[in-house]
């Protein structure tokens, strides 16, 4: 890709053989508006790289009218642009099932073997309930209230998940609150009362399976020494049967050093037919080759799942759908998760962080119960574009600041850019841009 910008206008000429990719595509990153640009306006910017986040200097016109495009587009204001800046409201949860798990995967982030560093069998249902009416309490009527349950493994404790979804679904009812309920979890256990509980819940499920049978079992091995894979497509086998009310099933496959070959995961994880697929480098991966790999092959995958079915199939993977809904929204995002904003994390002993990594550090807790520390929110009270520094990237208003966790595990700082992140962001956003403004010709 050839990359260049003028002030806060990016533009990607491709570079490709792909016919539906020929154009030059423009980025106005105040807008959120996408189009297409002369290739003599292209000229009048300056050349960058997907690791430059700032705005160049200015540059000799050598074409009058299309520099004067140039400038016009730019100081433009698009009205229906939507602010991304958050008021404090928690409308978004992790809970934490239990902090204990029946794998050891080699990447993972919760202290290695699921419990963050501190085993817990299973959350306080008499705890929990109070706490999640709390929430529930301070929200008007008509929202949404997104609650994802994790562990550790949370179908190691089916039945708590089923109380926790069936209380939150009656007070949504009684309040005219809409919950978005889902469930991450490593996909060995779906059989049994989980099954049966599954079935019965209208809820989103996200499987942890990172593709072809020799990677996944290599990089998240059975404490039974079984293999994970054949758990997997046991449970999914079922679900094909009868999914009963599950809403969806998510495919949730990490790039790692042990596993690098994302097209030919692509190729397997999607003919197991899940509803989508997200691929995410893991956290604390440091290698700029392996990055570089991620990168490419991300855009080879785009172009096999355009070719099968263009905008559709390009969808099914999260990380350009999330684009896509930015997009055509016009919404833009000032924090990257909403974390200590409209987000916040509960333990397994009912503590409240405001990022789902943070569990069991003392030094992070902004909460417990129904109680949260306001002050020690209130270095959260800024968004993550400002306080990551970022208000002049031209990625800022669809990455949100970047991602707090990933900056600490690299270098300690939780607003300490990570550029590997960030090369890694603009890369795939340029990718979508290249598509969506094909799919919206």
């Given at each position: 890709m050839q990359l260049r910008r003028f002030k806060d206008i990016v533009a990607v000429k491709n570079g490709t053989t792909i016919e539906a990719l020929d154009s030059i595509i423009a980025f106005h990153a105040s807008n959120m508006e996408v189009a297409e640009i002369s290739s003599e306006s292209f000229n009048e910017m300056t050349v960058i790289d997907t690791l430059t986040g700032e705005i160049p200097d200015d540059k000799a016109a050598l074409n009058a009218e299309a520099?004067?495009?140039?400038?016009?587009w730019n100081t433009e204001v698009n009205p229906d642009a939507k602010s991304?800046?958050?008021?404090?409201?928690?409308?978004?949860?992790?809970?934490?099932?239990?902090?204990?798990?029946?794998?050891?995967?080699?990447y993972c982030a919760a202290g290695g073997d699921g419990t963050y560093g501190e085993a817990m069998s299973q959350i306080s249902i008499e705890k929990t309930l109070p706490q999640l009416k709390f929430f529930l309490s301070a929200l008007k009527p008509g929202v949404k209230f997104a609650i994802s349950f994790v562990g550790g493994e949370p179908l190691l404790h089916p039945q708590a998940i089923?109380?926790?979804?069936?209380?939150?679904?009656?007070?949504?009812?009684?309040?005219?609150?809409?919950?978005?309920?889902?469930?991450?979890?490593?996909?060995?256990?779906?059989k049994g009362d989980a099954l049966d509980i599954?079935?019965?819940?209208?809820?989103?499920?996200?499987?942890?399976?990172?593709?072809?049978?020799?990677?996944?079992?290599?990089?998240r091995p059975s404490k039974d020494g079984k293999s994970t894979t054949d758990k997997i497509l046991a449970g999914l086998q079922e679900l094909a049967k009868d999914r009963g009310q599950l809403q969806s099933v998510t495919f949730s496959a990490i790039t790692s050093k042990a596993n690098e070959n994302l097209v030919q995961n692509y190729i397997y994880l999607k003919k197991l037919n899940p509803d989508s697929i997200e691929?995410?480098?893991a956290n604390d991966e440091k290698s700029e080759e392996i990055?570089?790999?991620?990168?490419?092959?991300?855009?080879?995958?785009?172009?096999?799942?355009?070719?099968?079915?263009?905008?559709?199939?390009?969808?099914?993977?999260?990380?350009?759908?999330h684009y896509f809904s930015l997009l055509d929204s016009q919404q833009k995002?000032?924090?990257?998760?909403?974390?200590?904003?409209?987000?916040?994390?509960?333990?397994?002993?009912?503590?409240?962080y405001s990022c789902v990594w943070d569990a069991n550090n003392k030094h992070d807790v902004v909460g417990k119960d129904e109680q949260i520390d306001r002050e020690a929110l209130s270095k959260y009270s800024k968004?993550?574009?400002?306080?990551?520094?970022?208000?002049?990237?031209?990625?800022r208003h669809l990455c949100g600041g970047g991602c707090m966790h990933i900056n600490r595990s690299h270098s300690g700082n939780k607003h300490q850019k990570n550029l590997l992140f960030c090369e890694r962001t603009r890369s795939l956003i340029l990718t979508t841009l290249l598509y969506y403004k094909k799919a919206r010709a």
């Open positions: 520099h004067e495009a140039l400038v016009n991304g800046k958050l008021d404090f409201g928690i409308r978004s949860i992790t809970l934490n099932i239990n902090q204990i798990c029946n794998l050891k995967c080699t089923k109380a926790i979804y069936d209380y939150v679904t009656a007070e949504g009812k009684l309040r005219h609150i809409t919950p978005v309920l889902k469930i991450v979890t490593n996909g060995t256990l779906i599954l079935r019965a819940m209208k809820i989103n499920l996200t499987i942890s399976i990172d593709g072809i049978k020799e990677y996944n079992d290599s990089a691929f995410v480098f990055q570089k790999n991620f990168i490419v092959q991300m855009g080879k995958i785009a172009a096999i799942a355009w070719a099968a079915g263009q905008e559709a199939e390009l969808r099914k993977i999260n990380n350009f759908d995002i000032e924090n990257h998760c909403g974390a200590g904003k409209s987000y916040l994390m509960v333990d397994a002993k009912n503590r409240l968004s993550l574009i400002e306080l990551n520094n970022c208000q002049s990237c031209w990625a």
